[in-house]
C-alpha cells in the first residue's frame, strides 16, 4: 500500500488526482492493481501510459487485506464523521503502524522481535516524557 487518500467519490477524477499524488510522489510506476471498477481506466492510460494496469479482484487481495485494522477501526468509532476525520485519523494511523509494523517479508524472526521491542522501548520513553 502506497498511500492512503479517502475521497467520497470513486470516479475518473478522483482516480486522477490520487494517481498523480502517488507520481509525483513515488515515480513513474511499472505495475499498478487495482480492483475491477472502470473508472481507473482513463486516468491510468493517460498519467502511466507505460505501467502495466492489472484489474483483478483476486490480485488485489493483498491492498484490501492492509485496509482491515482500518476498517476494524472505524467500526469501533462508530464511522467517520467526515472525510476529513477520516483522513486525520489514517495519516496519523500509519506513521504509528510503519513504527510498530515492520516489512516483515524483508526481516529475519530474530531482527523483527529486535524491531519490535526498539519500538515499544521509544512508545514507552515518548510516552514517559509526555506525562512528566
Do not use: C
Not at 116 to 124: E, P, V
Amino acid at each position: 500500500m502506497l498511500d492512503i487518500l479517502v475521497q467520497p467519490r470513486r470516479d475518473a477524477k478522483a482516480a486522477r488526482r490520487f494517481l498523480k499524488q502517488l507520481i509525483a510522489r513515488f515515480g513513474q510506476p511499472r505495475v499498478i492493481v487495482t480492483d475491477k471498477l472502470r473508472s481507473y481506466i482513463t486516468p491510468i492510460r493517460q498519467l502511466a501510459p507505460d505501467a502495466d494496469h492489472r484489474a483483478h479482484k483476486g490480485l488485489n487481495n493483498r491492498i484490501e487485506g492492509s485496509h482491515r485494522p482500518t476498517r476494524k477501526r472505524e467500526k469501533l468509532m462508530g464511522r467517520f464523521k467526515s472525510v476529513r476525520q477520516a483522513q486525520r485519523f489514517l495519516s496519523a494511523h500509519d506513521q504509528i503502524n510503519v513504527i510498530f509494523r515492520p516489512r516483515r517479508y524483508r526481516l529475519s524472526a530474530i531482527s523483527y522481535r529486535h524491531a519490535r521491542s526498539d519500538a515499544f522501548d521509544l512508545w514507552r520513553s515518548y510516552a514517559l516524557e509526555m506525562t512528566a
